[in-house]
């Protein structure tokens, strides 16, 4: 199941393929965007798709990524890969110390300079840092669109209820 990586070993990182994003209703998004929203509940329930976009993205990270990101022979190095909460409400990975003391992509530079690292796992490495930015960048781009449609939403209906008290007296 493992495709062999550049040294002609098996691969133990497999990154995310067309297939498992497929599951994700990731075609709507952008026929959402390119619509001519008509008031706060299109712009409302595009933000939930948006949202939902996001949430899909998330959980491929903490099934698919996450979980051979922790396994052997990743979980022996000091660094590793983990999931980072943030207080927008939204979580990204992250590279961080055993030890929780740091974290960030220095950290995979200085692992993947170290000759002590295990040569076998260096193009694994790089393939996980590939999907981290890669997954980073979807959720991020999904969870600022959702934001910004619900402030788009929400001056919408400031406009709505403007637009009512003149027309109605």
Not at 91 to 117: H, I, K, Q, Y
Request: aromatic residues 8%; glycine residues 6%; positive net charge.
């Amino acid at each position: 199941m493992s495709a062999p990586s550049s040294s002609g070993r098996p691969a133990r990182f497999i990154p995310l393929a067309q297939a498992d994003f497929q599951q994700l209703e990731h075609a709507g998004y952008l026929k959402g965007l390119f619509q001519p929203f008509k008031g706060k509940g299109s712009l409302e329930a595009w933000a939930s798709q948006c949202r939902t976009l996001r949430d899909g993205l998330i959980t491929l990270a903490q099934r698919q990524v996450l979980p051979q990101a922790r396994a052997y022979p990743f979980s022996l190095l000091d660094v590793q890969l983990a999931q980072q909460a943030t207080g927008a409400g939204t979580t990204f990975l992250r590279w961080r110390n055993v030890d929780r003391s740091s974290m960030g992509v220095a950290l995979w530079e200085t692992l993947l300079a170290n000759p002590a690292s295990p040569a076998s796992l260096i193009d694994e490495l790089y393939a996980m840092e590939l999907q981290r930015i890669v997954l980073n960048m979807q959720i991020s781009l999904t969870h600022s669109t959702a934001r910004q449609a619900l402030e788009c939403a929400s001056k919408a209906a400031q406009a709505e209820a403007a637009y009512l008290r003149r027309v109605r007296g």
